[in-house]
């Protein structure tokens, strides 16, 4: 199986990629509006196929990047029944299973925070993902949104204390950095509900937080009643239209060669690699600038703001390093040549004094 965690910095929030290994069926849980152009890449690069989106909730701190994820891989979005939302491909209740590949997440329903929260629970009961049911020694917030700390008792102590020990447990969010932690650690050490608290512990605990209102609830909960329907798709369109992008997981924008040697004329071509590489037996891209990646801070004034700029060098590591360094800089429409010169040779593009 394949697994990742990924970190959303702003709303502190995990999303999960699981993928069955041999089928390359995948389901994301959690995934963040903003950060569905990075989910997408490494959805790609990993060349899996994204059956399902998967909302452990509704959630009050930040949009589900679930319609903007079907929008650009076809993904069926999945949400429990009793979240309330509209417009989702399947709503889940207590006991269903998502399948990808020959891989099972297993429903169980797990309120109190709110009344359509759910924890997935992986086929072989290994590891779990509880949403804002259970965090690391900590629970979800149950002060709004239907929340109930005595039904999040009774969820913690049925659905998930009832795991085995080791099993492994995964929260939407941790705001210390702390990122998994197990049932037998939870029942032991969670100050809020573990040991030897009871219910009523509990419930007077959970009353007396006086937690701050969350500050994205008002454009969040919305959103996320609608799956996170925008009107159009800003994370997913490259900044600007004027070439066929592509944004990898990296963080770095790409052109491929193809499109460049069809628009060598449009672009400002920079090439960062040193002077005898530049004239070396590679050869160079025609109309190419040669700016060495050591001088472009300095020199960057010397390119036009105003047209798009293609960064190249020998392998395309040197001239994603200058995207980023462009960009800081004030341009906005800059690429990196996927590649570099060796892929450009390979693919025997037009080239200007090489000898290969
Ligand atoms: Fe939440």
Known sequence: MIFRQLFDQQSSTYTYLLADGDTREAVLIDPVFEQTRRDAALVDELGLRLLYTIDTHLHADHVTGAWLLKNRTGSQIAISAASGAEGADRYLSHGDSIAFGARQLRVRATPGHTNGCISLVLDDETMAFTGDCLLIRGTGRTDFQNGNPHALFRA????????????????????????????AEERRFNPRLGGELCEDDFAVYMTNLGLAHPRQIDVAVPANLK???????????????????????????????????????????????????????????????????????????????????????????????????LRQAGFEDVANLAGGMLRWRAEGRVVENGSL
Not at 158 to 177: I, K, T
Not at 253 to 282: A, K, T
């Open 156 to 183: 913690v102590h049925e659905q998930l204390f009832s795991l085995p020990e080791n099993c492994l447990l995964y929260p939407a969010h941790d705001y210390r950095g702390l990122t998994v932690t197990s049932v």
């Open 227 to 325: 799956c996170g329907v925008a009107a159009s798709d800003p994370s997913l369109t490259p900044q600007s239209e004027w070439a066929p992008l592509t944004y990898t997981f990296a963080g770095i924008w790409e052109i491929h060669p193809q499109w460049l040697e069809e628009h060598l004329q449009s672009v400002q071509i920079v090439d960062v690699r040193e002077p005898d590489e530049f004239d070396g037996p590679l050869g160079r891209i025609p109309e190419a600038k040669l700016i060495s990646l050591g001088s472009l801070a300095k020199r960057a004034a010397e390119l036009d703001k105003e047209r798009p700029v293609v960064t190249v060098c020998r392998a395309g590591g040197r001239s994603a390093q200058a995207t980023v360094m």
